[in-house]
């Protein structure tokens, strides 16, 4: 019976092949004919967006193309870190709760719609909006309403003082406001507008194949002037070597988290380079809980003795073979706040063991650290390493690895414990106030509770004074340090491999920005 | 269709059951085969490796050494050890992950196959002596234990009840019964029909002990044969569960959680899959060998092909 059905089966449709050959021929033959046209630059991504509306993810993999497509009020300085205007031509803090921002004569979304006041309106609101449930919205909760003062002016007033507002108006790819044309939006719906985005940026929205490629082309009445790349292509590759094969073969031009171990083969490889961003990059921090779950990591002896306990520069220097730098507490030094007279624990056993000693734990103590599987460089091994030395002082710690979603459940309902590893930063904010999204015990990823603490990056984030919040920055970097609520933060750099053709720098992590980027 | 007990033999002895004579005549065939030799002298490594891997190993395999990383296999490490098959991306040393691994391997292994061939049988049986209605209802139990996705099985056990030693044998065993139910009941059915069994009744012996005494010595031949691949098929869903991340944890070097540490590294430091892989394989094979020399031994009918092509050579 079965054999029969199988020989019954239809050889290949004849038409179908004939026409797939003479397609090709056309291709290759119009390939020829046009040696004008330039190859498209290739960037592969770990994974593939789910959405391409800017206000509706926290995904870096969606941010790398929508910061091509799209547009914010102001941008970073590439040089000085410092924030400068860009769709906004200026902004000033007309009093502690309204901003004033001017914006740029002239210029036009892809659709031909004119950038002005109400676009900035439409963005701020719709993203503010509770019903459209954009994922950074409490970033900007503090926004209370937009006004437009003429066609090229526009006031936010803010509920109470902001001092964060211009960096939410920037680029960074989770809590800030990308510049949408509300024209188009309306006619096209959110479902419409997530497929087949229109913004301001150096390039424009051209086609999407899932799963295949997303396909952009230059702007070439971009604000800035065209860029000087014809056509970008972002392809979803999720396995790492397999990026970095594709790289090699000529097939990628652009490929980021180039896993350390292969940095050598893309070096000896002759058709590509490493690039590597030290700045911006996640802060990776395991955090110990202080009242989730009791056990000897409540003292705060203990979790001091768990700090001298670990020799992160040698981590640092052989598991992730350098491509990192510890920080301690978890704020980069080029960040405004950063305390720069604290200096973390050490690597010091001895003191480790008298600090247990005097806890109560002269034999130590059994404990858990969480782990994800492979979210962060060589993050398994990190923590493996971790718990040897942990071993060595007595503190005999178990590593559990998390499948990613598992893992995502239990930190967001907090049972990561007593102690799991997670990360901030990476979203270009460069100010204390990430202490607040790391440590505040309100945070999505706190599980530990220090209300001290909690007061004063409070008062810090509600105040325009930069002097005062600088003060409060240095005040609880000193009290984290006191009460070590983590084992030592360290940022990891980005490795980016790049084919020789293309000429591009990378400066910030999560900041994929080839506007000026070159063919050679 | 029931004989007429009158009708029998005094002596009721089984007629299968092994006789001296048989049994030399087995243990020839085993030791005259090539790869029974071979597949032994692998699993006694195997088996030395995995009863006292503290005295084979060399080192301890979880002693991390961050600056000896990924040193070459027949090299020294930067402390002047030498790693004979090389260190991992902690500076582990591989040849004692891969003589603890057999530990691993093999623990699970064998009560894998305890725990699906004690189920097994004891359902097989149960089918095969029974009839009707019970027959019907763990045959189709095991035929819809064949059609689900043993994966999706053990994603969810292991997820829900958490990755041990315990667990892992539970999912592997409880989820291979299926293969020995089959050949015991079909034995069984066989058996059960045959006129020492209908002696056996008619004179009076309770089902159990015909069971014990007749049956159960009569599908053991068989139930052998499949418990040895049964231990190859274990060792190698092991290996695979911990490839996946649903094996034992990080601390037990497991032959199948080296594969998957190393498979990153495999363009680059191809020592760190190779070795476990290579242990994996040999053992596997190992098994096989000699489970294809047991069946030969055991099969009556190659039984008499052996027998006779010696007679004919005589």
Redesign the interface.
Known sequence: MTRSETTRRLPPSRPGLAGALALFAVLTLTGRDAPAQQRPVVVVQSGEAATLDWHMHCDKNAHEPDRQIFDTLLRRNLKTLQLEGNLAESWRLVNDTTWQFKLRRGVKFHNGEPFDASAVKFSIERMLNPQQAAPGRTSIATIDRVEIVDPLTVNVITKTPFPLLPVRMSPGHCGTVGILPPKYVAQVGDAGFAVKPVGTGPYKFVEWVKDERLVLEANKDYHRGAPAIDRLVFRPIPE??TRVAALLSGQADLVSDV?P??V??VKASGVAKIEVSTLGGFIIMMKITNYLMPGPWQDARVRKAINYAIDMD??IK??LEGYGQVLGVPLEKEAFGFNPNIKWYGYDPERAKALLREAGHPNGFEMTMHVP?RRYM?D??VV??MA?MLGKVGIRA????G?QS?YTQKWRRRELLPVYMTAWGGAGIFDGDLLVNSLHSKSALAIHKNEALDKILEDAQGSNDPEKRKALYWKAQEMIYEDAPIIKAYQQAHIFGISNRLDWTPWIDNMLFLYDAKLK | MRLDASALPVRLAGPSLPTPRRAWRRARILVGSGGARIGAVILLVVAACATAPAWVAPADPNEQNLLGRFTRPASRTADGTLAVLGTDQLGRDILSRVVHGAKTSVLIGLSAVLVAGAMGTGLGLVAGMRGGLWDHAIMRLADMQFAFPFILLAITVIGVLGANVRNIILVVGLSNWCAYARVVRAETLAIREKSFVDAARALGVPLASIVWRHVLPNVSASLIVVATFGVAGAILTEAGLSFLGLGVPLSIPSWGGMLAEGRQFVDTRYWLALFPGAALFVTVMGINLLGDALRDALDPYLQTRHTRTSMDRL
């Open positions: 790492l070597t896993p171990d292969q050598g083969k040698t981590i052989t598991v599987n060589n398994i091994e493996q390493a040897q178990k590593v559990e690895v499948e598992v």
